[in-house]
């Protein structure tokens, strides 16, 4: 069928392939919740075996009624779109009507797993302005269907904004083009290159979540535990334990970014990007122009070698949605991420060296209040020989000195005539820019010490989130808010 064929103006429903879905949901949502009820009757002794029958009857019951209203509301919930405006009705014992007006649609979200695959549907999420939750998510509409569905509101929204436009004549061509697309080469370095110390805090706490529920089931971890130490206490051992714990986050961090980011591809669209990746669960996202606030890209010394940057551009959302709404893009090149800002911004990333530098107090106080910590602590453990936690201590004590310092030197800031630059980082780099019209707020932070100093903290308040320039005179700090402000009170440029 073609997509002119499809007719939205009448009550539509979802593939009846959805049915397996939703039941497939409910079961594993169930499942999840009484799990610890299953293991107890399983694992109960035969005394008590008349009771976990009655247990396990009582749980079928409870599910098959909830697949019951599952497999219902399937034929209870239908969409259409009437007035530019997208409806949606839902319910068995409680209808529930959903009227979303295009404007507010933030972003549209295509995603298709490889048993979507199969069926040729997919599933596809909208959020809307000031929700900190998905309120369109159908779990499998035909693909055709879907795209001439996000194709008819990001239409409409691109018709919008192209009447409200009062620059038009000075906005570059958008013609569809690609940005970026990850070979297998470059999702490597990706891989390689993320925090694998995040993958070890994930193994950490699956360990600890075993060790707890093993306990439960009356299995003494503690025995197993003194058994296998017990007879390992040698330096070898626990290298031979560290290195694997390192190998094995390493390779989760790996295989994660393959999943995530397989086939990556960034498009240059009329009205914004989007993005597709996946290696079995296909995710499509939209982000449009004029709802991203600011644009943010960093690294880390292994980037910086290869060369590349993540990329994250900042759309508007509640504080809750703030992370979901960010579309992170990995491998991106200086030039790639300096071609993005100049086609939404229309405006080239200024160079650092035309930036301002932060107080020297922003480094000094943090440092001197730091030393006062140690030196009685370093004093103590000299006078009783108490090496090994010397040399510990002193390894933060310089941890923590240079990067404040680090942080100290990376951070400027750049005020152009309609847009501010923020560098910033440690051991990386992490900037930001965005337009002053998009600003919502504006606050000035002053400590005691700062306040004795001159100095003061700025903080810009965006509809995605918030960025701050610390340590700055306070007249300049004053300046830039007054500028700021005339430029969101006198722009006619729309903000979201």
């Not at 919740?33 to 396990?56: G, Q």
């Not at 929700?131 to 779990?139: A, G, L, Y």
């Not at 000299?382 to 000195?401: A, D, R």
Request: proline share 3%; hydrophobic share 45%; glycine share 4%.
């Amino acid at each position: 069928m073609k997509k002119n064929d499809f007719d939205l103006t009448i009550p539509n429903r979802e593939s009846p392939v959805a049915i397996f879905f939703i039941l497939f949901k409910t079961i594993y949502n169930i499942v999840t919740r009484i799990w610890p009820a299953l293991l107890v009757i399983f694992f109960r002794d035969n005394k008590e075996s008349e009771k976990s029958e009655m247990l396990l009857w009582a749980i079928i019951v409870v599910g098959v009624i909830a697949m019951i209203f599952s497999f219902i509301n399937y034929f209870k919930t239908y969409y259409f779109i009437q007035d530019n405006e997208l409806y949606l009705h839902k319910g068995v014992l409680q209808k529930t009507r959903i009227n979303i007006p295009f404007e507010r649609i933030q972003t549209i979200q295509i995603e298709q797993s490889i048993f979507q695959v199969l069926f040729n549907v997919v599933k596809i999420s909208m959020d809307t302005a000031g929700s900190d939750k998905k309120e369109i998510d159908f779990s499998a509409i035909d693909k055709d269907k879907a795209e001439y569905l996000r194709s008819v509101i990001l239409q409409f929204k691109e018709n919008k904004n192209s009447m409200e436009e009062t620059e038009s004549a000075n906005i570059p061509d958008k013609s569809e083009k690609f940005v970026l697309q990850l070979g297998v080469g470059d999702l490597l370095k990706v891989g390689v290159t993320r925090n694998h110390l995040k993958s070890g805090g994930v193994i950490l706490l699956f360990l600890f979540w075993v060790y707890e529920n093993v306990k439960d089931l009356g299995v003494d971890a503690d025995e197993y535990y003194e058994e296998v130490f017990a007879d390992n206490t040698g330096l070898s051992f626990y290298l031979i334990l560290g290195i694997l714990f390192l190998l094995i986050s390493f390779f989760i961090s790996l295989f994660t970014t393959v999943f995530n980011y397989f086939n990556l591809s960034l498009v240059r669209v009329s009205s914004g990007f989007k993005m597709t990746a996946g290696l079995f669960n296909k995710k499509e996202t939209s982000s449009l122009d004029h709802k991203i606030q600011m644009i943010s890209w960093s690294d880390n010394r292994l980037k910086r070698s290869l060369g590349f940057f993540d990329m994250y551009l900042h759309q508007a959302a509640s504080h809750v949605m703030e992370k979901k709404q960010k579309m992170f893009v990995p491998g991106m090149t200086k030039e790639k991420i300096e071609d993005v800002v100049k086609s939404i911004f229309l405006v080239d990333i200024p160079d650092k060296k035309e930036g301002k530098a932060i107080s020297k107090y922003y480094f000094l106080r943090p440092a001197i209040i730091i030393t006062m910590l140690f030196v009685p602590v370093f004093i103590t453990t000299i006078w009783y020989e108490i090496w090994n936690f010397t040399l510990f201590c002193s390894f933060l004590y310089v941890l923590f000195l240079t990067f404040r310092f680090l942080q100290y030197k990376k951070k400027y800031f750049c005020l152009t005539e309609n847009y501010i630059t923020i560098w910033g980082g440690a051991f990386g780099v992490k900037n930001f820019i965005f337009p002053q019209y998009k600003i919502q707020g504006v606050t000035i932070h002053q400590s005691p010490y700062q306040r004795k100093k001159g100095l003061s903290t700025i903080e810009f308040y965006l509809a995605s989130g918030s960025v701050e320039i610390p340590y700055i005179p306070v007249d300049v700090a004053n300046e830039i808010v007054d500028i700021c402000l005339y430029k969101v009170e006198t722009s006619s440029v729309k903000w979201m």
